[in-house]
């Protein structure tokens, strides 16, 4: 297929925005069977390969534990699209069945439902937004900010953005450290879904050692999380940092643009985008939040416009580990490369 030129498509998205909104319309009603199916086909494996990996571990070698710890990983991270689904509200029509089932959920994903769905919502309502960076994303950077601060902030930015860091320590941290504690400015609402996560998840994980050992709790537990955390960070970090993202400062920027082409089409292979409840689909998604997870494949071929966005494909994806930085005047993600060639900005 051959995809049209970035002012050619443009102009598409500001002529079309009518039937954009009536297509996306259309999709915004939840299926209460499909959705209860998916938590059935999500949690029950879950819980049965944590359970496996336990068994095996006291019984067995832990050779026998690492393919069900890596499967189990892959239901924890499709377990959070389906918590992510219910902080839009998208995932049941009621909003107190969000609520419950949100709630329950972020004790199994380690993340406390009213606190991430407040930070989501900023995340959703500013992604792509140069002046509203910070709140629910990847920190970035401009090329000129990073020329600004001092040397230890930009060790510390470095350290943050390399790859290796982001994936393991950082993503880790996120989920296992971060999610215990709330911000200065947090609300009332936030404070407590914090507090009440935390409870539950002690409970949950005493009774967990009560029943299988601390060892096996520890063996079983910490890669799941470590390797459901580095998906899940991935995929967020990928959704937005590619090349020809969109980024523009509060006086140029458009929710519109901002979803179509700053928000990546990363078209996987069939197993790994059932695994990420679809949420390759990330530009559909950024344009209407209330659309489950499920409809997502065919709202994209129900709109000729969706179809013109450009696929970020798995092995193309891998070159948005190189990017660090937004350069305004390139207005495209760099490589920390650039500013070899920019000595006198240094």
């Known amino acids: ?33 499909r959705s209860a199916w998916q938590l059935v086909n999500t949690l029950v494996p879950f819980f049965s390969l944590w359970a496996a990996a336990a068994y095996v571990y006291l019984h067995f070698s832990y050779w026998f534990v690492v393919p069900l710890v890596i499967l189990a990983a892959g239901f924890m991270m499709r377990a959070f699209i389906i918590f992510h689904d219910t902080c839009h ?52 950077w401009t090329v000129a900010e990073y020329v600004s601060k001092p040397w230890y902030m930009r060790l510390g930015y470095r350290l943050m953005r390399h790859p290796l860091i982001l994936l393991t320590v950082v993503a880790f941290y996120i989920f296992a450290i971060s999610h215990r504690f709330w911000l200065p400015d947090a609300g009332r609402r936030e404070k407590m879904s914090v507090i009440y996560t935390n409870l539950a998840l002690g409970i949950v994980i005493a009774g967990l050692v009560w029943l299988v050992g601390w060892q096996a709790f520890l063996a079983v537990q910490l890669p799941i999380l ?44 069939a197993v790994l985008n059932w695994f990420s409840g679809n949420i390759g689909f990330h530009h559909i998604h950024h344009l209407s939040p209330r659309i489950p997870n499920y409809y997502l494949p065919k709202v994209q071929k129900d709109h000729p416009l969706f179809e013109q966005v450009r696929p970020l494909t798995l092995w193309g994806s891998l070159k948005s580990l190189s990017y660090r930085l937004w350069d305004e005047n390139r207005k495209a993600l760099v490589g920390f490369n650039v500013l070899g060639n920019n000595r006198e900005q240094v």
Do not use: C
């Open 89 to 140: 509200g998208s995932f049941f029509a009621s909003k107190s069945a969000n609520d419950i089932a949100g709630r329950l959920l972020g004790v199994i994903v380690f993340t406390p439902y009213d606190y991430w769905k407040h930070d989501h919502a900023v995340h959703h309502a500013t992604a792509g937004n140069l002046d509203k960076r910070g709140v629910g994303d990847v920190p970035t």
């Open 1 to 33: 297929m051959q995809f049209p030129a970035y002012q050619d498509f443009v102009q598409q998205i500001d002529a079309q925005r009518a039937s954009i909104r009536e297509t996306l319309a259309r999709y915004q009603k939840p299926s209460i069977p």
């Open 226 to 269: 470590f390797l459901a955390s580095a998906g899940g960070i991935w995929l967020f970090y990928v959704q937005h940092n590619f090349d020809g993202t969109y980024w523009a400062n509060q006086k140029d920027w458009d929710f519109y643009k901002a979803g179509l082409l700053g928000s990546s089409f990363y078209k996987l292979p």
